[in-house]
């Protein structure tokens, strides 16, 4: 049978100073993301607080809600900006000054419902405004959302709304707009929604219409929680699969891999769009053109709402075009078209296959999230694609997808056929310990923050605090065992180690903050939870 990948964190180095948030390397030495010379593809421009423009954001914080839910939640930004936004007039107004907001729906019959309101300061970034839905009525059209603040003049944004009604069969997935988590509910759930972080295996259309029940069981058993194709729905056996999927509750990204009709599209919404086990809709990097996109977009949303829909990363495609996705991939293939890029990709591999080192995969990681961070409009959920190879052994996947999940993938999607029996199930493995309630509820709640450590250590680590825990994912990027004391002052203080939900190795926790263990094995990884 196939396989797929692992991955985690552990930590470890002689002794390692855990201080401020990850900072990037110089913009200019980054990694060239989409193997172009000019070094031109990452725009970082400058802003300043005293400039003379408005930068006004609302956006409903998830990409739906329904009837289940009481009350729902807006992200909202009003700052001032020298590069984005609307003329501000009110340019006396301090910096920490304080305005009128209200944010209203336009009801069915043109009416104007106000959902919230209250006062926000120039410089928010980010706030979120808890409404009630109690006002609303569930329907499968979007509610026109206006965020608007009173000054001197009046300043608006907009966005939609999804207020549907509570499904009872097939399945509802929202996507977390803030923090990039997925909540999925079905009747594996009895249409609750919990947290998802999908660990996917990505088929080729032969692939998947060749997989057996017997198969799909032990990849869901293994740990697999998602399988990803763009085979066409019609295509014969396929109705088969998908019973099997459901019922084992395995998890279905489907992909639209070139443009299609409208008709041949709203086939394949009509034959899946009530499956329990249909996760999202996707549109590949071959099939990204800004027209067909958009269509795409329109169409899915109306005749499917109940499911998000992602878009493949492409060195071609333009930023607006991201902005309109609710998450956004890493082909599993490659990065990009480019061949440099691609022929980058394949030293990366070979180099880590063969016991090489494991910058280049950091360095190209490090570009993905600078990338997306550049964006206008904040980042987007990202699901990565760590490159893998059948020579690989586990310890290597599971830090390559350590670093991957250090760095904000909310999702880990690997191609089948590079995977061999060992593999699937280190990966399945991993995905279990990352999917286990007490790891993905602190995964999901917020951005991980990077340590900086001493350069010649070979830790990377991160950590995600959300109320009084904190998880803390380390991996070791050296190959060799040292059996020296290792240290870790970590930049809180907590009462006592949780839970391990991973690794092998025996922590203790001393003076609140220092994390230690005698000997440490090349390419270990950990996940620790702890109490503070």
Not at 414 to 428: C, I, P, V
């Amino acid at each position: 049978m196939r396989s797929l990948v692992g991955w985690l964190l552990i930590c470890c180095a002689w002794k390692v100073w855990v201080t401020a948030a990850y900072q990037p390397a110089s913009h200019a030495d980054v990694f060239d993301l989409c193997g172009r010379s000019d070094k031109q593809r990452l725009a970082f421009p400058s802003d300043d607080r005293q400039g003379q423009l408005l930068d006004l954001r609302v956006t409903a914080r998830h990409s739906m809600y329904d009837s289940s839910d009481i009350s729902g939640q807006f992200i909202v930004t009003a700052s001032r900006s020298a590069t984005r936004g609307q003329p501000l007039h009110d340019l006396s107004t301090s910096d920490t000054a304080s305005l009128d907001f209200s944010i209203q729906a336009k009801s069915t019959d043109g009416r104007d419902l106000q959902l919230a309101s209250g006062r926000i300061a120039l410089g928010t970034k980010d706030r979120l405004l808890k409404f009630t839905l109690r006002r609303l009525t569930p329907r499968l059209t979007p509610y026109e959302i206006r965020f608007i603040l009173h000054g001197q003049s009046m300043y608006s944004a907009t966005t939609e709304l999804y207020y549907l009604p509570a499904k009872r069969e097939g399945s509802s997935v929202k996507i977390d707009a803030l923090h990039g988590g997925v909540l999925v509910a079905n009747n594996s759930t009895g249409f609750a929604y919990e947290r998802l972080i999908p660990f996917e295996l990505s088929a080729s259309c032969s692939e998947i219409s060749s997989l057996s029940h017997a198969e799909v069981s032990a990849y869901k058993d293994a740990g697999v929680n998602t399988i990803g194709s763009a085979c066409a729905s019609r295509q014969p056996g396929l109705d088969a699969l998908y019973d099997d999927m459901d019922s084992v509750n395995l998890w279905y990204q489907h992909s639209l891999e070139s443009p299609l009709s409208e008709a041949s599209m709203l086939e394949e919404v009509s034959r899946l769009k009530d499956r329990s086990s249909l996760l999202s809709w996707h549109v590949g990097a071959a099939a990204v053109q800004s027209s067909f996109f958009e269509a795409s977009y329109a169409l899915l949303r109306q005749h499917d709402p109940y499911h998000p829909v992602g878009l493949s990363f492409s060195c071609d495609t333009v930023e607006e075009i991201y902005s309109k996705a609710d998450y956004i991939t890493e082909e599993p293939r490659s990065l990009g078209q480019n061949s440099d890029a691609n022929q980058d990709i394949r030293l990366d591999l070979s180099a880590v296959g063969h016991g090489g080192n494991f910058e280049d995969t950091i360095d190209r990681l490090d570009a993905n999230s600078d990338y997306f961070r550049s964006f206008d409009d904040g980042s987007k959920p990202f699901w990565a694609a760590p490159q893998v190879t059948g020579s690989m052994i586990n310890a290597e996947l599971w830090v390559t997808v350590v670093l991957t999940v250090n760095r904000n993938a909310k999702g880990i999607l690997l191609e089948l056929s590079t995977m061999n029996r060992n593999l699937t199930k280190a990966y399945g493995r991993i995905a279990k310990a990352f999917n286990a309630p007490e790891v993905s509820q602190l995964l999901l709640s917020c951005a991980p923050t990077r340590v900086d450590v001493d350069n010649t250590s070979s830790l990377d680590v991160s950590y995600w605090r959300q109320g009084s825990q904190v998880l803390v994912a380390v991996a070791n990027l050296n190959r060799t065992r040292t059996s020296d004391n290792v240290i870790i002052d970590l930049p809180f203080s907590a009462r006592r180690v949780a839970k391990q939900p991973w690794g092998t190795l025996s922590w203790s926790l001393t003076n609140g903050s220092v994390l230690s263990t005698y000997g440490l094995d090349g390419l270990a990884t950990s996940l620790l939870v702890f109490d503070t």
